[in-house]
């Protein structure tokens, strides 16, 4: 009996090798496949995106008066001028002729004035003459006063000091009240316009740093701060105006167009995993001895594809990356 005892035994033990193996097997095939990710140590940045232009702090648009043809260019792009300088000057020919009109009128009742009232002095010619004498001098030197400002609103004048930013219209063009013929702002200070939605404004605060791209610095990031928040949002849009002061030093130019994000939060030492590892809002799932168990955590930062996590979450306890839709505490995975 022992003998044969001892002459199975060796098929006995490769029979219970071959179960334990195939249970194993079964074991980790029949698991949920998952990934896990290990949370690391980084900065985390809460930011609200919105893009922006570039522009002068202090800057006018300036269009004629009155409409009129474009006669003569005084002043050139990337000029510095002076508060009232002519920069253009609109056909001006009627006006000095209606002007020269009036001047002569003016002239001639001014000397019937005076022939006027040397008469009444006297008694050759009544006082109503006199008196009808000054009153159209006076109505003719009022129309010259109308004339001439007539004629200098034809010419087009810079309201501030700064320098021509740009310039529209061409000699022999017509420039009507609605055409911006020239925009003319000081170099510097500079800020970004940026119109951000109404949903995100409430945690924009002043002095919040800044983080500006653009594309013809497509390398470098550069920093400024938020100076002002539009207290009137605009109700078309959903959005509210916000100026991003930038530093004297910024190589940005009037016009480029930039992308920014506002820092709301930050935190330089966060503990990080997955974004996609979240479930129900605050809890995570990890692996023991090839199960899944869920544990809560409480969460900080929130970003596209990571998360802080601030609590509930050691470094060193990896975590399932996305954890499949109807996963359980107790389900057995595996990895993929």
């Given at each position: ?24 097997l079964?074991?980790a095939?029949?698991g ?14 809460e930011?609200i995106y ?8 202090k ?5 004629p ?5 474009i ?5 050139a792009?990337?000029d ?11 056909d001006d ?23 006027s009232?040397?008469?009444a ?15 159209e ?7 010259i ?12 004048t810079s309201?501030m000091?700064?320098?021509?930013l740009?310039?529209d219209?061409?000699?022999g ?5 609605k055409?911006?013929l020239f ?16 949903e ?13 791209k ?5 390398d470098?990031?550069?920093e ?8 009137k ?9 916000v100026?991003?002061m930038?530093?004297?030093d910024?190589?940005l130019?009037v ?16 503990l ?8 129900d809002?605050?809890k995570?799932?990890?692996?023991e ?9 409480t ?20 975590v399932i990356?996305?954890?499949p839709?109807?996963?359980k505490?107790?389900?057995r995975v595996r990895?993929?």
């Open positions: 009996m022992l003998h044969r005892l001892l002459a199975r035994l060796p098929l006995l033990l490769i029979l219970a090798l071959a179960v334990a193996g195939g249970v194993w079964w074991q095939k029949s949920i496949p998952v990934s896990l990710a290990e949370p690391r140590k980084g900065p985390a940045v930011a919105a893009t922006g232009t570039v522009e002068a702090e800057w006018a648009r300036i269009a008066v009155m409409p009129g043809r006669a003569e260019i005084l002043a792009e990337g510095s001028v002076k508060e009232g300088q002519p920069l253009a000057r609109l020919r009627e006006a000095r002729a209606r002007v020269s009109e009036l001047e002569a009128k003016a002239a001639y009742w001014r000397e019937e004035l005076t022939r009232g040397v008469l002095e006297r008694g050759i010619r009544s006082k109503e003459a006199e008196q009808k004498a000054r009153s001098y006076n109505q003719v030197t009022a129309a006063n109308a004339a001439r400002q007539r004629r200098t609103d034809l010419l087009v309201p000091d700064g320098v021509v740009k310039r219209g061409e000699v063009e017509l420039a009507e009240i055409d911006a925009w003319v702002g000081a170099p510097r200070p500079l800020r970004i316009t940026a119109e951000v939605d109404e995100d404004i409430v945690r924009v605060k002043l002095g919040q740093k800044v983080l500006i653009a594309d013809a610095f497509a470098a990031v550069q400024a701060r938020v100076d002002r928040v539009t207290p949002g605009d109700p078309v849009n959903k959005t509210f105006r100026r991003v930038l530093p004297d910024s190589p130019l016009g480029m167009t930039t992308e920014i994000n506002i820092i709301t939060r930050e935190n330089p030492d966060a990080l995993i997955p974004a996609s590892a979240l479930v809002g605050n995570v799932f990890v692996v001895d090839g199960l899944a168990q869920s544990r809560p955590v969460t900080g930062i929130r970003g596209r594809t990571m998360m802080e996590v601030t609590a509930g979450l050691a470094v060193g306890t990896p990356a996305a954890p839709a109807g996963l505490s107790g389900d990895l993929k």
